[in-house]
């Protein structure tokens, strides 16, 4: 059985930090996409960031570039999503998502389209004050 289990979110000011971890069970990193997604009330989910388990390659939403830093640990199959700069509109519920198709097979669109990915942690709460 796969699961993936997310957690490090709270409530943090504006220009604050934090990190997320994605730990997964079930499921061996030799070719997956594992991708951050992100759901504000009201809103579509979307895509945040996503790394190749296979080759370390990292892909990132334009509205985090620059701030955000995905990374992975083979040796804990855990994924990390360093998240710097803080703002109020990153605020949302952080869900951890693995597919077997990998990102390179994906394509910009398949990327971030989140139902395109099997496997879904339970999400964990990102506030950010202003």
């Known amino acids: 059985e796969v699961q993936l289990v997310e957690s490090g979110g709270g409530l943090v000011q504006a220009g604050g930090s934090l990190r997320l971890s994605c730990a997964a069970s079930?499921?061996?990193?030799?070719?997956?996409?594992i991708g951050w997604f992100r759901q504000a009330p009201g809103k579509e989910r979307e895509g945040v960031s996503c790394?190749?388990?296979?080759?370390?390659?990292?892909y990132y939403t334009d509205s985090v570039k620059g701030r955000f830093t995905i990374s992975i640990d083979n040796a804990k199959n855990t994924v990390y999503l360093q998240m710097n700069s803080l703002k109020a509109e990153d605020s949302a519920i952080y869900y951890c998502?693995?597919?077997?198709?990998?990102?390179?097979?994906?394509?910009?669109?398949?990327?971030?389209?989140?139902?395109?990915?099997?496997?879904w942690g339970q999400g964990t709460q990102v506030t950010v004050s202003s």
């Open positions: 790394i190749s388990t296979s080759d370390g390659n990292t």
């Open positions: 998502a693995a597919d077997e198709l990998p990102p390179a097979a994906r394509g910009d669109e398949l990327l971030w389209l989140w139902r395109t990915y099997d496997y």
């Open positions: 079930g499921i061996t990193f030799d070719d997956y996409a």
